[in-house]
């Protein structure tokens, strides 16, 4: 499964959205500023903006959707810590969003687990974890034990406090929004 990431920058606002290649669905959308962008009149007539702007919003953008997308995996984690299931190390592929370090760096963080990165992409990974669910292999380490791990990701410490309150954030507005 491949992913598309489209800037529609335009002198009031950047827009940019995450698309899902096989489905064509729209996963994530941002736009920013809240207020326009900051045009410069020095002449009348003239109208210009300096392109660092561009370039800060959409790094900013693109550092939104990925935590986007972390925080709502974190949610779905969070279900699953609700029902018992005790989560210290995630399993995925070397593909998609985890090729970004940013983002295998934010999801460790955010998550509290360990990420461990193997040759492989998601949908291998989901096979496997279907075959311990259904009794296939006897545990993680013979499920994944053909595979190459290429990578570790440790959750970062400095970062931790910063997520956890972007996060509770959030998580209370999706609440709020669940209650309605």
């Given at each position: ?17 995450l698309l899902e290649i096989a489905t064509g669905r729209v996963l994530a959308r941002v736009i920013s500023p809240a207020s326009e ?144």
């Amino acid at each position: 499964m491949g992913y598309l990431l489209g800037y529609d920058i335009v002198s009031s606002s950047i827009k940019t959205s995450l698309l899902e290649i096989a489905t064509g669905r729209v996963l994530a959308r941002v736009i920013s500023p809240a207020s326009e962008l900051e045009i410069i009149a020095s002449c009348p007539g003239w109208a210009e903006q300096h392109p660092q702007i561009w370039w800060d919003k959409s790094y900013q953008e693109m550092n939104d959707l990925a935590g986007g997308i972390v925080f709502a995996l974190n949610y779905g984690l969070g279900i699953m810590r609700n029902m018992g299931v005790a989560i210290e190390m995630v399993r995925a592929g070397g593909a998609n969003m985890f090729l970004s370090d940013i983002f295998c760096e934010a999801f460790a963080t955010v998550t509290g687990s360990v990420v461990q990165l193997y040759d492989t992409d998601g949908s291998a990974g989901a096979a496997r974890g279907a075959g311990i669910g259904a009794g296939v292999y006897k545990n993680t380490e013979e499920a994944f034990a053909s595979l190459k791990p290429i990578k570790t990701v440790e959750p970062n410490e400095k970062w931790k406090q910063s997520y956890a309150d972007a996060y509770q954030k959030l998580e209370g507005v999706l609440n709020l929004k669940l209650e309605d």
